[in-house]
Structure formats: structure tokens, C-alpha cells
């Protein structure tokens, strides 16, 4: 029997504003335990919350940025469940009259488009951090991180493979990224993903029993855990058994999710308007301004690096899928104007930097300023191509402009004539038999002097030279 999954995911992504959503404590990470703390995030008596504006402002980007519908007045509410990471036993967030609903994203997965509905966006509180010693019968609780604003993304059902659930999450990233109002950080928790996953019988449109899966703080990891989740259910299915509804933890050593607990329904949660908080009016003057300062976001700039830059999609969608890396395209093709050669060394050379030392864009060693110039000199001759890859490694390891590299170690390209010449000159009366061979119908050998020239010259002789020379003294 075939079975098709359904899978719908809950994205919570921590807004990267100063202050708290309700107080003023600071935001930062990795500050001492408890020392970004006040009354009001501690939960303590009689404490009343403010609403931060900007949080409110960051949610509109996003509700804009994937085609929401914005409600004109929403309602913070209380979510109530005991948790020694949540001081006041409830969180307060948003329930029946969520700020945003309604959106849409595309995504492109083996070259097929498809969209993606997002059912709501709402705002909330994150809850603080428990650390377990290992050791002894201890735990400790961090309140740094009560009270940081988060948005919650729920999708729509409309998910059906592993491969999908990964573009989805890269392209929600990407925009959030672009808007910046999140740093995307998944190592961090700053964006993090629970995942609702069923299968039904191919062609049944009634939807199985689902498990949520937590715990996925990857993109690897989230691919991993839906294959093994949607395997998981099949086997249970196929055997005569039922799904049983629950919440499931991700292991990534063991490779597979158990069992945490029965899911609880949200009537579990006994969630009611907050009290404490006015409805939230939001004017069509405010969402309008909204959309005016919006960025250029992803789906666009790449469509536009396609037609100005003339670019193939793969390369388009690589270079923008990071804002930082489509800017140092841009800068880059700005001083050396050929796209497609920009590209390329991006593509090739640089993102294999970057990712061989574990470092963004923004740190990368070459600047986009120093690529351009290197493969100004590469264009104008001065260097040949191979010799420019030598440079680039040197650029990366020490920083230094190219001319200044080349100038030292005395890498300008032989582009004279007459000294290729005496180079050729010797290779052939070194080498009788492969002449011989050549002058035969061995033409494949051409590869062989060229590489014997290369090699006498260390590199630096212009190769379209070489061949031309070659050609003329084999053939004579
Ligand atoms: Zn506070």
C-alpha cells in the first residue's frame, strides 16, 4: 500500500529587538544567569506588562513579507501550564484572534514550484532555560531568555515529503534574514522547528493520526527525523497498529524519536484573553508604511539577478538566498562587470572558503572589492586563470590585495613570445618519441606539452599562447 505524509510545521523565531516583549530587560545572549531579569519577567505580584512596539512592527514584516491578512484588532492571551522555566504558570500569547493569518510562501523543490499556505502568525513570550547537572540531583533555571519576543509561523498542512518541509524552512530563514528581524541562528534556538507529521493512504483525503516532532534544531536534523518518523508510522500502519498521538523527541545520535509524552489539545491549556493587556489596533496607515519600507525580498532579487544579471536559476537562488552574499555579488559585478565569471568564483572558490572554515559572508578574508580586482588582473592577462586560483588561496590566508601577491612572488603571466618560444623550443627536442607520436595522429598528446610548458614555467605562460606556438611548431 502507498501512503503519502502530511506534514505541517510550527516555526517559533526569536525577534531580534533590544528589549523584552513586555519589560525593558535586554535581550542579549550569553550574558550571566539571571542578570537580565526584572519584576515583571520574573512574574512577581502586581506587575503589570507593557507591549514592546517593535515587536509588533517585526511581526508586520513578516506578515507582509509572506502575504498575511493583518487583523485589525488581535488579542494577547494566556496560556496557562505549570513549567519551572515559565514563572508566572501561564505564557501569554496569541489564541483566537492572532495578529496575522492567512499568508502564503513559495518554495522550489527539484525545480518545482509550489506554495505553501501559512494558517496564522502570532506573538509571545519564550519561556526561560533549565540546565540538568549531570552529576547530582540538580537543576538550575536561567530567566534571561523569559519574556525575549518570539513569532510563531504555523503552515498549513500542505507539506508532503522531507524535502519539502527543508525548502519551506530555508526560504521562511531566508526571509527573516533579509527583513532583519531575526538572526536565523539555529545552534542558538533562535529559530527553531516542531513538526506535525501523519500519512494517510495515497489518494484518501481523510488525515491520519499525527505526532509532533521537537527538537529539530537543524535543517539536516529536520529532514532526518521526518524520513524516520514517516518510515516509523508506516511500519506501525502496515503491521495493523495505529499511530498513537503524541510528542516526540528527535535524537540526532541514535537517528531516531521517542516517545516524550500524550499531546495535549489546546483546550488542555485553558487559554483566556489576558486581562492585563488592551485588544491590539493596528491602523491600515501603520501596515501601509510597512510595505513601503520592505526590503527587496528573496523571491524577488533572485528573478531580477535572472534578468539583469542574465544568470542561470541555480546560480541566482544560491547567491540570494543570504542577503549578505547577494551584496557582495552585487558589489563585486559592480567593479569587474561580468556576472556569470562573478558567479562562478562565488559559487566555486569563495562559498568553498566559507564553508571549509565555518565562517559567514561577512567574515569572509576576501573582500569583494580585492575578488574584483583579481579577476581584473585574470581578464587584462596578468595572471593566467590557474595562477589566479594560487592567488586566491594566499588572499584568503593572509588577507593581502592580489597585485600586492603577485608583485611578490612573481607570478605575472609570459605573455613573450619569444620566450615561450625557447620554453617550446626545448621541450620538443626533449621529447623525440612524443613528437613523433603527435606528427602521427596522436593529437591527444597536445595535453602532454602543454603541461610540459606549464611545468618549465611554473604556470605563469599564457596557455592560449602555448597552444598557438605549439600548434605551429608540431605542425610545421
Ligand atoms: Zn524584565
Not at 525575549?148 to 530555508?170: M, N
Not at 592577462?381 to 588577507?399: H, P, W
Not at 611578490?408 to 620554453?423: H, M, P, S, W
Request: one cysteine or more; glycine letters at 6%.
Amino acid at each position: 500500500m502507498e501512503f503519502e505524509p502530511v506534514i505541517g510545521l510550527e516555526v517559533h523565531a526569536q525577534l531580534k529587538t533590544k528589549t523584552k516583549i513586555f519589560c525593558a530587560c535586554s535581550t542579549l545572549f550569553g550574558a550571566p544567569p539571571n542578570t537580565h531579569t526584572c519584576p515583571v519577567c520574573l512574574g512577581m505580584p502586581g506587575v503589570l506588562p507593557v507591549l514592546n512596539k517593535k515587536v509588533v512592527e517585526y511581526t508586520l514584516r513578516m506578515a507582509v513579507a509572506t502575504n498575511c491578512k493583518i487583523a485589525a484588532e488581535s488579542r494577547f492571551a494566556r496560556k496557562n501550564y505549570f513549567y519551572p522555566d515559565l514563572p508566572k504558570g501561564y505564557q501569554i500569547s496569541q489564541y483566537e484572534l492572532p495578529i496575522a493569518e492567512h499568508g502564503y510562501v513559495d518554495i522550489e523543490v527539484n525545480g518545482a514550484q509550489k506554495r505553501i499556505g501559512i494558517t496564522r502568525i502570532h506573538m509571545e513570550e519564550d519561556a526561560g532555560k533549565l540546565s540538568h547537572d549531570p552529576d547530582r540531583p540538580i537543576s538550575m533555571v536561567d530567566y534571561n531568555r523569559t519574556g525575549v519576543p518570539l513569532i510563531e509561523i504555523v503552515s498549513e498542512p500542505d507539506i508532503r515529503s522531507a524535502e519539502e518541509a527543508g525548502a519551506y524552512l530555508r526560504q521562511l530563514r531566508s526571509i527573516v534574514r533579509y527583513l532583519e528581524i531575526c538572526d536565523g541562528n539555529l545552534e542558538q534556538g533562535s529559530f527553531r522547528c516542531d513538526a506535525n507529521v501523519s500519512i494517510r493512504p495515497l489518494g484518501n483525503e481523510k488525515l491520519g493520526i499525527r505526532t509532533e516532532l521537537k527538537n529539530l534544531n537543524s535543517f539536516r536534523h529536520v529532514e532526518k527525523a521526518l524520513h524516520y518518523e514517516i518510515d516509523r508510522q508506516r511500519e506501525v500502519l502496515l503491521d495493523g497498529g495505529q499511530v498513537v498521538q503524541e510528542t516526540r523527541l528527535w535524537n540526532p545520535d541514535a537517528g531516531r524519536t521517542f516517545s516524550m509524552r500524550g499531546k495535549e489539545e489546546a483546550h488542555d491549556y485553558r487559554y483566556f484573553p489576558d486581562p492585563d493587556l488592551l485588544p491590539l489596533v493596528i491602523d491600515s496607515s501603520w501596515i501601509q508604511r510597512v510595505k513601503a519600507n520592505l526590503p527587496e525580498l528573496p523571491d524577488h532579487k533572485k528573478e531580477r539577478f535572472m534578468t539583469q544579471y542574465n544568470l542561470p536559476g541555480y546560480d541566482a537562488g544560491l547567491l540570494t538566498a543570504d542577503r549578505d552574499l547577494a551584496d557582495y555579488f552585487e558589489s563585486c559585478v559592480e567593479q569587474f562587470p561580468h556576472p556569470k565569471q562573478v558567479s562562478n568564483w562565488i559559487m566555486g572558490s569563495l562559498l568553498g572558503l566559507l564553508n571549509a572554515a565555518d565562517i559567514s559572508i561577512g567574515d569572509s578574508p576576501v573582500s569583494a572589492a580585492d575578488l574584483a580586482r583579481l579577476l581584473t588582473l585574470m581578464d587584462e592577462g596578468t595572471i593566467s586563470s590557474k595562477i589566479a586560483k594560487t592567488v586566491f588561496d594566499e588572499m584568503a590566508q593572509t588577507g593581502k590585495p592580489p597585485s600586492q601577491i603577485v608583485e611578490e612572488k612573481g607570478l605575472v603571466q609570459i605573455t613573450d613570445t619569444d620566450a615561450i618560444d625557447a620554453v617550446i623550443a626545448g621541450v620538443i627536442s626533449n621529447n623525440p618519441k612524443e613528437v613523433e607520436a603527435y606528427r602521427n595522429g596522436k593529437t591527444k598528446l597536445m595535453g602532454f606539452f602543454v603541461g610540459q610548458v606549464m611545468r618549465e614555467t611554473r604556470g605563469k605562460a599564457n596557455p592560449k599562447l602555448v597552444n598557438d606556438i605549439l600548434r605551429k611548431k608540431l605542425e610545421a
